[in-house]
């Protein structure tokens, strides 16, 4: 007996499934059992869970990106701004992270199931094909005026892309990755960060000098656009949310969320010492029942109560009268990063399981849902944003943190991911891609990397002889590339269910 579809579909029992569902597919599942409450209290009748699989990834995904807009990236940005980081700098630490927390996070609870390097691939790749083709096309169409790309992004973000990719592959070869090789996706991504610490050094003469070498002084106006403020992207941001929470039926979706969120995590802005106060002791009680390793005691609670109350009084006799930001502020925004990453945690292993669920029952393989399903729910929230940036003019600074946060999720979420693996079983991760024996279960991530690669390259070249022009041509190519990977991933895996 095992926990698969040809188990659950055959004549045994209801009460002998309901037991291989509470033992050996327990293990499989990291929040929620689908498979109890599949088999033990809906009798088997696993059609009502298709119409709550879907309720639940539409529900997970509108939460998540909720609290990625409202939550995390202002208390990043304050971070940011109060640390003085460059935007440069910004843009590869702190920015990236808020752009690709979704996917390392669930990149992380991946490997807490099953086949976790399937998820991972297949939601980083996924992520990462969606934004190169389907985003980037439709944000060049967007886009008010011609585009013409910084020639750092072409030479340092792509290529970065391309050489961590192409590691990836060769890995793929090797047939593993020990606990080195998966530190050194992280020192990949060290590196870039290094190179534009260098950059943002000598930015104000070398790079001007760089860029009048290579594109011969081809320049546009809309390059102009990624020298905005701050201030002014969020002026806009601000006031596209306002809009569609006023236009969408979403808005109502979102009041739920917003109240959970209210008293779950401490506000980002708009901060009150009295929203402060009354988050403090949910906040950390939220903290403990995902992370308590399933120590739910009173006792417990009692303990994080008492810890509640000596920072109420801290902070009540601390915080000052006249409505200013407390010297201890910026800590209060490192709290809510962290209150929301735990969030984002508890949204992807929620997600994961329902995916793990629906992958048993239907016969998809994991590398085909990570790509679909997980990558574009993880990729949607800048898909959209990047897009209502060219709309607003700001194309290239669309497109450049959309490829920042691919670039993030795959070097430092997969890195992280796999070392942890590695820590935990002391032994290397198994990614034997090109194995005769395994070339049909891994054809759809052979693909899904290829691809990748292949737009990367694309990208990469047009960006050369086009001199950074990024044209309407260009996304055709890229749309049609999506269009026909994914009927062609999708055919393959329906075929292999059958």
Request: with cysteine; charged share 10%; glycine share 6%.
């Amino acid at each position: 007996m095992s926990c698969d579809s040809s188990f659950f579909f055959s004549d045994s029992d209801l009460e002998q499934k309901c037991e291989i569902a509470n033992s050996l597919c327990a293990q499989n599942q990291i929040f929620i059992n689908y498979y109890s409450i599949i088999y033990c209290q809906l009798d088997g009748h696993w059609i009502l869970f298709i119409l709550m699989a879907i309720f639940v990834v539409l529900i997970v995904f509108r939460f998540m990106s909720t609290l990625v807009m409202y939550y995390l990236t202002p208390a990043i940005e304050f971070i940011t701004e109060k640390l003085n980081i460059s935007q440069s700098l910004s843009a590869v630490t702190l920015l990236a992270f808020a752009n690709g927390a979704g996917d390392v996070v669930t990149a992380i609870v991946a490997t807490e199931t099953l086949d976790g390097i399937s998820y991972n691939i297949g939601s980083l790749y996924g992520a990462g094909f969606f934004v190169a083709t389907l985003v980037v096309g439709i944000t060049i169409i967007n886009s008010q005026s011609y585009i013409v790309m910084k020639s750092y992004f072409i030479w340092r973000d792509i290529l970065f892309y391309i050489v961590a990719t192409i590691i990836v592959i060769i890995y793929g070869i090797v047939g593993g990755f020990s606990l080195i090789d998966s530190a050194f996706l992280l020192l990949i991504y060290i590196i870039l960060v290094i190179i534009v610490l260098f950059q943002d050094k000598f930015s104000s003469r070398s790079k001007k000098q760089f860029d009048e070498f290579l594109i011969e002084n081809v320049m546009d106006e809309t390059q102009v656009t990624e020298e905005i403020q701050p201030e002014l992207q969020d002026a806009h941001l601000n006031q596209d949310n306002k809009k569609t929470c006023a236009d969408k039926t979403f808005c109502v979706v979102d009041i739920p969320f917003r109240f959970i969120l209210k008293y779950s995590i401490p506000p980002s802005s708009n901060v009150t010492k009295s929203t402060l106060l009354i988050t403090i002791f949910p906040s950390l009680s939220f903290v403990y029942f995902i992370l308590g390793s399933n120590n739910y005691d009173i006792f417990s609670y009692l303990y994080i109560l008492s810890i509640s109350i000596v920072l109420v009084i801290a902070i009540q006799t601390s915080y000052p009268q006249d409505n200013q930001l407390p010297s201890y502020y910026i800590y209060i925004q490192i709290y809510i990063t962290i209150v929301s990453l735990v969030w984002i945690y508890c949204l992807s292993g929620i997600l994961i399981d329902t995916l793990t669920f629906f992958g048993m029952l239907t016969n998809l393989s994991n590398s085909y849902l990570g790509m679909t399903i997980i990558a574009m729910g993880n990729a949607l929230p800048d898909g959209i944003v990047t897009m209502t940036l060219a709309k607003q003019g700001y194309a290239i600074m669309g497109i450049t943190g959309a490829y920042f946060g691919q670039i993030f999720g795959l070097l430092v979420g997969l890195g992280i991911s796999l070392v942890k693996t590695n820590l935990k079983t002391g032994a290397s991760v198994e990614f034997d891609l090109f194995n005769k024996d395994l070339i049909q279960q891994n054809l759809i991530m052979i693909i899904i990397i290829f691809s990748t690669l292949f737009v990367l390259i694309i990208t990469f070249l047009y960006g050369i002889v086009k001199k950074y022009h990024f044209a309407r041509d260009l996304s055709v190519l890229l749309i049609l590339i999506y269009v026909l990977v994914l009927s062609t991933i999708t055919i393959i895996a329906i075929y292999d269910a059958v």
